[in-house]
DNA sequence: TATGCGATATTCT
DNA sequence: GAATATCGCATAG
């Protein structure tokens, strides 16, 4: 299947999907945030299954000050700890949900943000759960992701190597060149650029000179 | 299109 | 009591 990044109409039949093994997944954080650019996310629930291709991430590896566990460990953040390919969730702004996906060796915390998703599958249950419909900002933003994919703090801690309700699979069709800027909306570490994202995807967050 | 602001929950100081 | 890896609405241009 080949397919332009700055194509906005829904793909008709769902490609097949094959789940990342662990091995797959390359063991550093800034690493995995651009490879993880292209590959899909799935959810799956009585609702059926939604799936969405990762256009947006955010590297928080090691020692970074922006990244949660920064100051050590806190029982909030046993799953940032966990081996590569766990889901780390947790509720923030009082109205979000973040999902990333843990990197690093077991025992280290740090993480990849999930920013933005093109939905592929289950667009009405995602519309349900929005509350909205407009295709382009189903999934465009961290706690819009979330809210599109069904995902809270029951997804925390959860495998995303293994078959169950959120895991990753294989890019379906070759993604476009990857783009590279700061991250959104944090304080500290301003300046490093950890944000990727594929280059004039319209599912893409952010302000415009981000997003090209 | 761009910017500003309030809402709201949880965690850590 | 402060801060927060945000969103959606309001308002202005």
């Known amino acids: 299947m080949k397919r332009r990044p700055d194509d906005p109409t829904p793909v008709d039949?769902?490609?097949?999907?094959?789940?990342?093994?662990?091995?797959?997944?390359?063991?550093?954080?800034?690493?995995?945030?651009?490879?993880?650019?292209?590959k899909i996310l799935v959810r799956e629930d009585s609702s059926g299954r939604a799936s969405g291709r990762i256009v947006e991430t955010e590297a928080y590896p090691p020692g970074d000050a922006s990244g949660h566990a920064f100051r050590g460990p806190t029982p909030r953040l046993r799953s940032l700890y966990l081996e590569r390919g766990h889901a780390y969730v947790y509720f923030?702004?009082?109205?979000?949900?973040?999902?990333?996906?843990?990197?690093?060796?077991?025992?280290?915390?740090?993480?990849?943000?999930?920013?933005?998703?093109?939905?592929?599958?289950g667009i009405p249950s995602?519309?349900?759960?929005?509350?909205?419909?407009?295709?382009?900002?189903?999934?465009?933003?961290?706690g819009r992701l979330a809210a599109a994919m069904g995902i809270d703090r029951r997804c925390d801690g959860v495998d995303l190597c293994a078959a169950g309700e959120l895991w990753l699979a294989a890019a379906p069709w070759p993604r476009g060149a990857i783009g590279r800027s700061v991250r959104i909306g944090i304080t500290r570490e301003v300046d490093r650029p950890l944000r990727f994202y594929e280059r004039g995807n319209l599912f893409v967050s952010g302000p415009r000179p981000l997003r090209t």
């Open 92 to 121: 923030t702004y009082g109205s979000s949900y973040m999902c990333n996906v843990t990197s690093e060796a077991a025992g280290v915390g740090a993480g990849v943000l999930l920013r933005a998703l093109e939905p592929l599958e």
């Open 126 to 142: 995602m519309i349900r759960r929005r509350g909205m419909s407009r295709r382009l900002d189903l999934a465009r933003g961290p």
């Open 13 to 38: 039949a769902a490609p097949p999907l094959r789940r990342l093994r662990r091995a797959e997944l390359p063991v550093a954080t800034i690493s995995l945030a651009r490879y993880l650019i292209g």
